[in-house]
């Protein structure tokens, strides 16, 4: 029986199923190698903690240090500094449960060590995340820490400078890349129509992405399953905590209540056709041909010039009559 590998709703630690990122992992170690602690940064469901983990295990390769060591720490479920502390340094295999105790750790290995920390926006929320922040910043100018560290929303004003990178969208090589890696050995293939079509209707965000790509695999072993509808309906019913929505859980909700807005142009220029000018005011007769004789008189008393004024007068009355006639 194939099994629906698409069931990834949290971390991926599988380091098989982990794809994509190139650019942002470049600029992670690119800012490591150059001494620099990094922020990591972007909405609930992006990988952070995904990207947090793959650093985690894949350090060592990419920094090309064999005794480099890692850990991958979740804040979320710490209650303070000092407990962040004596994990790591028991980790290291010295006792303790402050900053000092922790650069006494650390300058005690052979290697600098790589140290993760998820959800780093609860701790500092709760009011001691931005001092250890930055008391960790400052040993990895020491040269015996890395730090990478992963939040929501926008970083936290820091007395020491970190590198920050912010997690986005998916490109469309990241979403193949993806499939493939969960789809190798179950003999089943996403086109890239499909491919395409989980991209528009997740909007590229890997949680919703995951969500997609479960519901099109059932559909592949299931031909009358209609993927579509079940993944936006579980999108709707079950969205992503702090995630946005993609605009396509939207479509057609309310279709039978609410009419769809439209603007002029859109559709043939039904507004304009609608919207007209209001008729200007009728001109009694009478008033017409008065006008450009006030006009004249007018000129006579500014300029005392009779055949200037006169030509103006004649030259009025005539253009009325001939507006006259024409109406």
């Known amino acids: 029986m194939v099994v629906n590998p698409f069931t990834e709703r949290s971390r991926i630690t599988e380091p098989q199923h982990f794809a994509g990122r190139w650019s942002e992992l470049s ?20 990988g952070k903690s995904s990207l947090l983990s793959h650093i985690a295990d894949s350090a060592a390769a990419n920094l090309e240090r ?65 001092t250890m922040l930055e008391a960790l910043a400052r040993m990895v100018r020491g040269g015996s820490l890395v730090l990478v560290a992963a939040i929501e929303g926008a970083p936290p004003l820091l007395s020491e400078r970190f590198a920050h990178v912010r997690l986005g969208a998916f490109a469309p090589a990241e979403i193949r890349l993806l499939a493939e890696a969960y789809l190798d050995g179950t003999g089943v293939v996403f086109t890239p129509a499909e491919l395409r079509a989980v991209a ?24 009358s399953y209609n993927w579509r509808a079940e993944y936006l309906a579980e999108a709707r019913e079950r969205p992503v905590p702090g995630a946005p929505l993609p605009p396509a859980v939207f479509e057609g909700a309310a279709a039978t209540s609410v009419e769809s807005s439209r603007y002029a142009g ?28 006030l006009a004249a008189a007018l000129l006579f008393v500014a300029t005392a010039s009779l055949p200037l004024a006169l030509v103006v007068a004649a030259a009025g009355v005539a253009l009325v009559f001939l507006w006259q006639r024409r109406r």
């Open 266 to 293: 859109a559709e043939g220029g039904a507004l304009a056709e609608e919207v007209q000018a209001a008729p200007l005011p009728e001109v009694p007769w009478v008033l017409g041909y008065l006008l450009p004789l």
């Open 200 to 223: 528009e209707l997740s909007l590229a965000h890997p949680a919703y992405v995951q969500r997609a790509a479960f519901h099109l695999f059932r559909s592949k072993l299931d031909p």
């Open 66 to 130: 064999e005794d480099l060591r890692s850990y991958y720490l979740d804040l979320a479920e710490a209650s303070s500094a000092e407990e962040v502390y004596q994990v790591f340094i028991e980790a290291l295999g010295q006792r303790g449960s402050t900053s000092a105790a922790l650069e006494v750790a650390l300058l005690s290995t052979e290697a600098p060590t790589v140290l993760c920390l998820d959800n780093a926006d609860a701790a500092i929320a709760a009011g001691w995340g931005v």
């Open 27 to 46: 600029l992670i170690f690119d800012a490591i190698q150059a001494g620099r602690p990094v922020l990591v940064s972007g909405s609930p469901g992006i």
